[in-house]
């Protein structure tokens, strides 16, 4: 049975000071992973593969893991100065916080400098030491275009590959059935978004006349279409009557926000029966073009419209991710949106029996460029670089977990016979 165990305070603190004392020492030491192909000598991998104490593991270790995955996520390379400043107030006997963290702030360059190209060569010579990992940063920089997003994609080639697109690509599941070939693909075309169902050929009437009469690619992205009013669409593709295309979003989790990201994009206007639109009144009105759209069972293609619509609508998903934990269901879905919305992208492609050594360094490498932009700050004391926003986020975190470390007592269950 598991009962409760309590543990007084002063005891419980000395045996967490001492538990932090110990992980520590032994994270700065290099450690092997996966049958030995990976060692590492970051300090927070090193202490995340410890477990040596029974009341330090199953409490403080707890809050400064989850902790560590938060700043990992946002800000790799953080996790170490974390851990060694918590190490360092507990071992100071410091009992102000705010005056500690101030002695932190005081170690950083008042001046924040403007991102440079000259910062991103003295990151990989000072931080990248494995000679396939310092290849491909050094490949990043050369050939990605100055302020686009990066993702990483498994594969099965033989080879790593870094593919670059200027492209907006919707990765949606919808009814392939009115592409004709392997794609639609057009240099303009008119796009209409409705937040529906289409049940008739009455509701598409009067755009399915003006297609006929201008002979304009039209494209109709909605939430469902009546099989009758599909045939009608594909039997006048093929006699050439028409150009309309119809893409008939799956209803799944993934597309119910779809039309909102797509509208962002195109800056086209969502026909909505709860605002009181319908399609005939919005086909009166001069339809939103887009350029160089492709439809194809990958998805959706297309070159943004020049606003600050899309860039708007990423900075409020990333604010939305960047509440949410890791963990949480919803961040994986929030992030592949803001991967649609990325027009200017970098997608790497690592060969399949690449070293999870190179995989930590390009991902420390790849967050270290994209926040860049906050601005760059160097630390005193081991002179290396870090960004604006890693500095903020670790503040505010470590500041955080001391208070909540400083407060807590102790109460565990236990295993007993």
Request: proline share 1%.
């Amino acid at each position: 049975m598991k009962f409760v165990k309590l543990y007084e305070e002063n005891d419980f603190k000395i045996n967490y000071l001492t538990g932090i004392n110990e992980y520590i020492k032994k994270s700065n030491l290099d450690t092997l992973y996966e049958h030995d192909t990976f060692a590492t000598n970051k300090v927070y991998l090193n202490f995340l593969n410890q477990k040596n104490n029974f009341i330090f593991d199953r409490s403080v270790k707890k809050i400064l893991e989850s902790e560590l995955f938060k700043l990992e996520s946002t800000s790799a390379g953080i996790g170490d100065i974390f851990l060694s400043e918590i190490n360092n107030y507990f071992q100071g006997g410091n009992d102000d916080i705010d005056k500690f963290i101030k002695k932190i702030h005081s170690r950083w360059n008042s001046k924040v400098e403007l991102f440079q190209k000259s910062h991103i060569t003295e990151f990989i010579n000072n931080n990248v030491n494995n000679s396939m990992s310092k290849s491909i940063c050094q490949n990043i920089l050369e050939y990605s275009p100055a302020g686009c997003s990066y993702y990483v994609n498994k594969s099965n080639r033989s080879r790593n590959s870094i593919k670059i697109s200027q492209k907006i690509i919707f990765d949606v599941k919808f009814d392939f059935d009115l592409i004709k070939g392997n794609s639609w693909k057009r240099t303009e075309s008119k796009i209409l978004l409705v937040d529906g169902y289409i049940d008739s050929v009455g509701e598409i009437h009067h755009l399915l006349h003006k297609a006929s009469e201008d002979l304009n690619p039209y494209l109709i992205i909605c939430k469902g279409i009546r099989e009758e009013v599909k045939s009608t669409v594909i039997h006048n593709n093929n006699r050439n009557a028409i150009d309309v295309m119809i893409v008939s979003l799956e209803t799944n989790e993934e597309n119910v926000n779809i039309l909102n990201d797509i509208s962002s994009a195109t800056c086209a206007d969502i026909v909505s029966a709860l605002k009181g639109d319908t399609i005939s009144n919005s086909i009166k009105k001069e339809l939103t073009i887009v350029k160089n759209i492709s439809i194809s069972k990958k998805g959706i293609t297309l070159i943004p419209s020049e606003n600050n619509s899309i860039k708007h609508q990423r900075e409020f998903l990333i604010s939305k991710r960047n509440n949410l934990n890791y963990s949480d269901p919803n961040y994986a879905y929030i992030n592949k949106r803001i991967k649609n919305l990325s027009n200017k992208r970098a997608e790497l492609y690592f060969k399949s029996n690449i070293k999870r050594e190179v995989k930590v360094d390009i991902d420390y490498f790849l967050k270290f460029i994209m926040n860049g932009a906050t601005g760059i700050v160097r630390d005193k004391k081991s002179n290396k670089l870090y960004t604006y926003k890693d500095i903020v986020i670790f503040t505010n975190s470590l500041k955080s977990i001391l208070n909540v470390i400083e407060n807590i007592g102790c109460c565990l269950l236990e295993d007993s016979c």
